[in-house]
């Protein structure tokens, strides 16, 4: 039985399951994502600068559909077998289905994403985002839209599995931050259901 931690948080819904993946099956996916995948760097442009993107990329679907964010439009590569064997492990224990992988490389602790809502509305209106986490520990933070006394912050562990779901897009922002500390590298694989 999975180990589920379900988070009690305000007009949110978000579980958290820290040993999804076996140490041995996440090394094993971690090292052949790492290399199979076409990893990209955008640019992106913030109050009028552009700058590389701090993380490299990766979009992956069983449909041709685009995905935008940030003003950056990623068109799909086909689902590879890897990918499609986390997938169907993922939606087996979720219910949920998923058209669409969107891969962060996090190559240290200078890689980064900033403040953000997965709202974009190729996704819906209440999305499920599932996100699976390989090689390194990140802390992921999450702050309330409009109540400044509502944060919270989560290690995202190797081989574990975040759910978001339910109107917690709506509500609640999340980051990965930058880390002075010495880490290694961390390969995030978003799941997410494109109309």
Request: proline residues 3%.
């Amino acid at each position: 039985m999975q180990n589920r931690i379900e988070f009690k948080l305000k007009d949110a819904e978000i579980i958290y399951y820290p040993n999804f993946f076996s140490e041995n099956e996440s090394w094993h996916y971690f090292n052949i994502l790492l290399q199979e995948t076409l990893w990209q760097q955008d640019n992106i442009t913030l109050f009028g600068k552009t700058y590389k993107q701090p993380r490299l990329t990766s979009l992956y679907a069983d449909n041709n559909k685009s995905y935008t964010y940030s003003n950056i439009t990623m068109q799909p590569h086909k689902l590879s077998n890897t990918l499609k064997e986390i997938k169907t492990k993922v939606e087996s224990i979720t219910n949920e289905t998923f058209t669409t992988c969107l891969l962060n490389l996090y190559r240290n602790g200078n890689d980064s994403n900033g403040w953000h809502a997965d709202n974009e509305k190729e996704l819906g209106k209440n999305p499920v985002i599932a996100s699976i986490s390989f090689g390194a520990d990140r802390k992921f933070y999450l702050k309330h839209k409009t109540r400044e006394d509502l944060k919270h912050k989560i290690i995202l562990q190797h081989g574990s599995l975040l759910l978001m779901k339910g109107t917690t897009q709506h509500f609640w922002l999340h980051q990965i931050p930058k880390t002075r500390k010495q880490i290694g590298k961390r390969i995030n694989l978003t799941f997410r259901y494109i109309k």
